[in-house]
C-alpha cells in the first residue's frame, strides 16, 4: 500500500474534520426547531443518570467530572441539567443545556445502583459516538429525551472516547473495551425487579458497541434476558455492513426491535467507509439491503438540510418523531 503524500494526509485530515465533526452534534441549528409534543421527565426533575467507564476527575469530583481515561470499574452518578428557559420562543439548541453538577457518584456495584435508581420506570439509554467528551455525550442524552418528550428516566452510558478528531482508531478500541460494563448495566435492568422498559438510542460508532453488546447478552441470558429491552434505534450506525448483517443474524427474532435511521448523504459516513476500504457502512446503506436483514429503516436522506447530515436524531423533529413512534410501539 503506497504511503500518502504530506498534502494528501493534510487534505484527508481537514476532510475528516469537517465531516466527523457531526458526531459531536454541537451544530444544533440544523432542521426545525425542537417542540415536544408532551412535557418531557426532564423539564420536572432535570437529572440523567449516568453510567461510565472513564475516569473521575478530581477527589471529590469537579468538572469537566470525567475524563477520556479508562475507568477499570462501571462508575454511577447523577448529572444535574440546566434546562433550557422555554420562557421565550425560539430554538433549543445544545447550547441551551448545560451540566450544573453531577454527584451521588457509586464505584462499586454501579450497574444495581443504576438500575435501583430507575425501579419501577422506563428508561431511554443513550449511547454516544465517537469523538464526545462527557459534556457533550450527556447534553445530547439531555436533549435527545427532552426532544422526544419521553416521561421515564433519561440515561447515558458514556465511554471513555478521546475527544480529538484524530483518535477514530482508538475510539474504535475504547467502545469495544466498553462492552462487559454496558452488558452489566443492561443485565442489571433486565434483573430489576418491577422495571420498566429499557429503549436504548445509539449513535455513530456507539452503534456498534451496542450491537455487540446486545449479542453477547443474548448469547449469555438468551431471550428472558432481552424481554425487557424495548425499542434499538441505530442512528447512522458507523457499523461495516456485513458486520452488522452477521450480528443482527445472531440476535434472531429479536432483530425486529432495531429501527436504523439510515442516510445516503451522510458525509461522515462517506469519510468512515473510505478509511476502510471502500465498504459501505450500515447507515449509509440501501434501505432494500437493510430491510432484508429483518430490521425497520428510516431514510432521513431527505430530512437533513446539512453538510454532514449525521447528527439528525437530534436536530431534526421529523426524525425525533421516528424514535419517538419506535419507542411507543415497544412498550
Not at 127 to 143: C, L, P
Request: with cysteine; hydrophobic share 45%.
Amino acid at each position: 500500500m503506497p504511503f500518502f503524500s504530506r498534502t494528501a494526509r493534510l487534505a484527508l485530515a481537514g476532510l475528516m474534520t469537517l465531516a466527523l465533526a457531526g458526531c459531536i452534534g454541537s451544530d444544533g441549528d440544523v432542521g426545525s426547531p425542537l417542540v415536544p409534543q408532551r412535557a418531557a421527565a426532564l423539564s420536572r426533575d432535570p437529572t440523567v443518570f449516568v453510567a461510565t467507564t472513564r475516569l473521575p476527575v478530581g477527589n471529590p469530583l469537579q468538572a469537566p467530572w470525567f475524563s477520556a481515561q479508562r475507568s477499570p470499574d462501571l462508575i454511577f452518578a447523577k448529572a444535574n441539567m440546566k434546562a433550557p428557559d422555554r420562557s421565550m420562543l425560539g430554538r433549543v439548541t445544545l447550547s441551551d443545556w448545560d451540566i450544573r453538577s453531577v454527584d451521588d457518584v457509586v464505584r462499586k456495584r454501579a450497574a444495581q445502583a443504576f438500575a435501583q435508581e430507575a425501579l419501577g420506570q422506563d428508561v431511554v439509554l443513550y449511547i454516544h459516538g465517537y469523538r464526545e467528551s462527557f459534556e457533550t455525550a450527556t447534553v445530547s442524552a439531555a436533549q435527545l429525551s427532552s426532544g422526544i418528550g419521553f416521561t421515564g428516566v433519561t440515561g447515558l452510558f458514556t465511554w471513555p472516547s478521546a475527544g480529538s478528531t484524530f483518535s477514530y482508531v482508538s475510539d474504535r478500541e475504547s467502545a469495544m473495551w466498553s462492552r462487559d460494563a454496558l452488558q452489566d448495566l443492561l443485565t442489571a435492568l433486565a434483573n430489576s425487579p418491577s422495571g420498566g422498559r429499557v429503549h436504548i438510542v445509539a449513535h455513530s460508532m456507539g452503534t456498534l458497541l451496542t450491537l455487540e453488546t446486545l449479542r453477547m447478552l443474548r448469547a449469555s441470558g438468551g431471550e428472558s434476558a432481552m424481554s425487557r429491552i424495548g425499542a434499538v434505534v441505530l442512528a447512522a450506525p458507523d457499523i461495516d455492513i456485513d458486520l452488522f448483517a452477521r450480528g443482527v443474524e445472531h440476535l434472531g427474532a429479536d432483530a425486529q426491535k432495531i429501527t436504523v435511521i439510515s442516510s445516503t448523504n451522510d458525509r461522515a459516513l462517506a469519510v468512515s467507509s473510505r478509511l476502510a476500504g471502500g465498504i459501505v457502512r450500515a447507515g449509509a446503506a440501501d434501505r432494500g439491503r437493510l430491510e432484508e436483514l429483518g430490521v425497520k429503516v428510516a431514510d432521513a436522506s431527505d430530512f437533513g438540510g446539512g453538510i454532514i447530515n449525521h447528527d439528525l436524531f437530534l436536530s431534526n423533529k421529523d426524525v425525533q418523531q421516528v424514535i419517538k413512534r419506535a419507542i411507543e410501539r415497544a412498550r
